[in-house]
């Protein structure tokens, strides 16, 4: 029953929102680039690509609800030459949502936007079990704008919590493609 309730409060303040998306514009986008590990001895440079909705609430504010699947590069580790492992490294796909400070609409000409957000996190790696977990993305983007059509390049860092202590950190390059609805 919760989970009806909850579902359809969801859907009702979605749905609140809609003239306001309307007079301001949604689109949807894809993107992909290249994921770097940060301070993990068992992880190398890896893929990131994912899609999102972008919708624009107030003119300056924006949501960004998205799906992200990225892969640490194959490690070895060697001591003095030798190699002690040969490791796989991790995958690691996650759902979240940002808040977008610039707007999220159509744009013509450049347009940069800082942004922030929640995700939850599955990560898959051998010899590790599988853990979700909360954590956080920041980044800047820049948006270069035809009408309903935009080309954008983002730099981002990732933060997922691990379950017991410590965490493991990415940052993430990646060029993607918009298109928008709604209003111009």
């Known amino acids: 029953m919760k989970k ?5 409060v969801l ?6 929102l809609a003239p306001a998306v309307h007079a301001t514009g949604w689109g949807v986008g894809g993107f992909g680039g290249v994921s770097i590990p940060i301070v993990q001895e068992d992880a190398e440079r890896g893929y990131v690509a994912g899609v999102h909705v972008r919708f624009s609430l107030a003119g300056i504010l924006g949501v960004e609800p998205n799906f992200t ?12 030459g030798e190699l002690i492992y040969d490791g796989k490294g991790s995958k690691v796909s996650a759902f979240g949502v940002n808040a977008i400070l610039g707007g999220a609409g159509p744009v013509t000409g450049f347009r940069f936007f800082p942004f922030v957000g929640a995700k939850i996190y ?15 993305n920041a980044g800047l983007g820049l948006e270069i704008g035809f009408g309903k059509i935009g080309i954008e390049a983002r730099a981002a860092g990732e933060l997922m919590k691990m379950k017991d202590k410590g965490s493991r950190k990415w940052a993430h390059v990646t060029g993607g493609l918009n298109y928008y609805f709604g209003a111009l």
């Open 69 to 80: 699947y990225f892969r640490d590069g194959d490690w070895t580790f060697k001591n003095q």
């Open 122 to 136: 599955n990560l898959k790696k051998i010899g590790l079990d599988s853990e979700s977990q909360i954590g956080w």
């Open 4 to 8: 009806w309730t909850a579902g359809t």
């Open 11 to 16: 859907v009702l303040s979605a749905l609140s």
